[in-house]
């Protein structure tokens, strides 16, 4: 579905990605591992086009891209296709957990509201939140403002959700509500892609692992193979400091 091939990307002398390839098929669940600043949420962000790789290719849905060369145009119907959510949420703070939800819909999409909101409210069910339909972010906590952004992500039926570090923002007794409803989500189907620190996700959740380190992978294959037979010496030693 998603591959990407040789990316590469510097910010000044900082070479952030030193090439790196992925191969995302349509229901992987990939989670993204390694330590802090190798790259990782850059990665994510120069798939989604928030930030702009230095050179590499894209293929999504049999369709061809080069970095370098994309033009607004088709980055934006390639955005039509993913969902992006972020570490620390990205709520509209005047707007209802509904309104959220449903302003893309009618917005961009040019939904008539009577079906964005039929939509929307689907979205907030699936997450756990039918019974806050009309509260704003500042009276929801961090997991149910995460799964706001959740229900988001899901109403505009995407093929794929990129999550960058989705729990790292929420107190520890709140990461589960949001691990569980990307559960549910993995569970279903959806193909995911999740830069995270909840090695119990990578381990249960994800099927697949990549870990980077320094702007290139290191080691990545089943979750499986991964967490029970790593074969790099740096990825052992990596484990060693997260057990
Ligand atoms: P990770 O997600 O693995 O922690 P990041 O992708 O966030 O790593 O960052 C990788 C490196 O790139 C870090 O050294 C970080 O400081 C640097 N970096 C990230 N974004 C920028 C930016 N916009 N400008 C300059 N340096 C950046």
Known sequence: MLQILDIKKSFGELHVLRGVDLDVEQGDVVAIIGPSGSGKTTLLRCINFLEKADSGTLIFDNEKFEFDKITKKEIARLRRKTAFVFQN???FLNKTAL????????????????????????????????????????????????????????????????????????DPELTGEVLSVMRDLANEGMTMLVVTHEMGFARTVSNKVIFMEDGVIVEQGSSKEFFENPKEERTKAFLRTIQ
């Open 89 to 91: 949420y990205n709520l």
């Open 99 to 170: 309104q959220n939800v449903t302003e893309g819909l009618i917005v961009a999409r040019k939904m008539h509201k009577a079906e964005a909101v039929e939509i929307g409210k689907k979205a907030l069910d699936k997450v756990g939140l039918s019974d806050r339909y009309d509260y704003y972010p500042s009276q929801l906590s961090g997991g149910q403002q995460q799964r706001v952004a959740i229900a988001r992500a899901i109403a505009t039926n995407p093929e794929i959700i990129f999550f960058d570090e989705p729990t790292s923002a929420l």
